[in-house]
């Protein structure tokens, strides 16, 4: 199970990246072995290390093997073997197991860590790399097919939509969440802080468009979780009939997302969402890394009203103000402390990966249908 525990200060000890990085491709040419003075250049030196370097090394190196097993046997890698010296035997394994873990996924990280008493052990993190993207779910394109009567692609929508409020607790722009936030900055600045007095017509116009964003997005917020939309998802999946290309891509995503509904019918967005730690040398949280520096999952994943003027003033926003100083993101992450055994799995971010892989299809499907039949003419 998974663990990052809240009372356990650590300290990281300091380790290569586990990035493997292209390696040139030429060597230098040897000639033949002579007893000159540069021969050592050539040679392979152990590892050297003063008595101080050297303290309680005996306790170190157990915990280290110790801890390594748990590992070996959570991942099913081949058992540590301990033929070098201290703390060459170390360097060997961490780069062995490294590689290990990097052949399996990219979004391994393995460090060693070491708690108040002097205990060390091996600590593996696994994070969904978001591509820093931001996941804002458009409402108007499903609050335009209502209006036009596309009933059965709407009602498939609605309730797309609320399985990610209900059930995965994506922010919706009316209720709370940095968009809303957002959203309620921009109506005060334009009401009550814009001076441009020559721009009076354009200004109402934006007031006017937030108004009307606010009032149609509560109305549909009440619609969308009377919870009958939830409850009708599989029998409208089934019932539906795809027709035009955009139709066939709303029921592809929904498919995928009715069964990642049925594989995980409780996770919910912030299940995985674990704020990333910074130690210092002496074990305190670096004061510098605050979460309130830290992209927070709101900001980047949310339901806004359309991909009009309002979202590019808040893409702005975001870009400049948050993300320009932002210290990192706050992203699908699991924790392991390999200070005992575990059971399988406690990895498991499959759910997260294919949420987030999923919203994407699901923007793009809701696109006008133009944008489908020109996707079409292009692949054929």
């Known amino acids: 199970m998974e663990t990052r525990s809240v009372n356990r200060r650590l300290r990281s000890q300091s380790q290569p990246s586990t990035r493997r990085g292209q390696r040139s491709q030429q060597s230098a ?51 540590p073997v301990n033929d070098q010296p201290y703390p060459a035997n170390i360097a060997s394994e961490l780069h062995r197991v490294r590689e290990l873990l990097c052949d399996q996924s990219r979004e391994y990280t393995l460090e060693v860590v070491e708690d108040d008493d002097g205990g060390i052990c091996l600590m593996v993190e696994q994070v969904v790399d978001t591509m820093q993207d931001l996941y804002y779910i458009p409402v108007r ?16 929508l609605m309730s797309v939509f ?32 814009y001076e441009d007095e020559e721009d009076t017509e354009s200004v109402a116009e934006c007031i006017a468009e937030l108004d009307a964003a606010h009032k149609n997005g509560a109305v549909f917020y009440r619609n969308l979780t009377s919870h ?10 089934r019932r539906f009939k795809p027709v035009t290309p955009r139709e066939q891509a709303i029921w592809l995503v929904a498919t995928k997302l009715f069964a990642l509904y049925k594989d995980y019918p409780t996770r919910r967005l912030e299940d995985t969402i674990n704020e ?50 932002a210290s990192g993101v706050d ?16 990895h ?18 809701m696109a006008p249908p133009k944008a489908h039949e020109n996707n079409n003419q292009a692949v054929s």
């Open 162 to 193: 609320a399985y990610l409020v209900e059930v995965v607790g994506v922010p919706f722009y009316t209720k709370y969440g940095y968009v809303a936030f957002q959203y309620d900055q921009l109506v005060d600045y334009y009401k009550y802080e």
């Open 276 to 325: 990333q730690v910074f130690i210092t040398d002496d074990g305190e949280v670096d004061s510098d890394y605050e979460a309130s520096e830290r992209i927070s999952v709101d900001m980047y994943v949310s339901f806004i009203w359309d991909f009009d003027y309002i979202h590019d003033q808040i893409v702005e926003t975001f870009n400049q103000c948050e993300y320009a100083n």
């Open 331 to 346: 992203e699908p992450r699991t924790v392991i402390f390999f200070d005992q055994p575990h059971p399988k799995p406690t």
């Open 29 to 79: 040419a040897l000639g033949a072995a002579d007893r000159s003075a540069h021969g050592f250049l050539s040679h392979r030196f152990a590892y050297l290390c003063g008595r101080k370097t050297l303290t309680n090394w005996k306790n170190r190196e157990r915990d280290f093997y110790k801890s390594l097993s748990y590992l070996c046997d959570y991942y099913g890698f081949p058992a």
């Open 141 to 156: 394109p499903l609050w335009d097919m209502k209006a036009l009567a596309d009933r059965p692609a709407a009602d498939l």
């Open 228 to 237: 009958r939309h939830l409850h009708a998802f599989g029998r409208r999946l």
């Open 348 to 365: 498991d971010l499959t759910f997260d990966r294919a949420l987030f892989t999923l919203i994407d299809e699901l923007i793009a499907a």
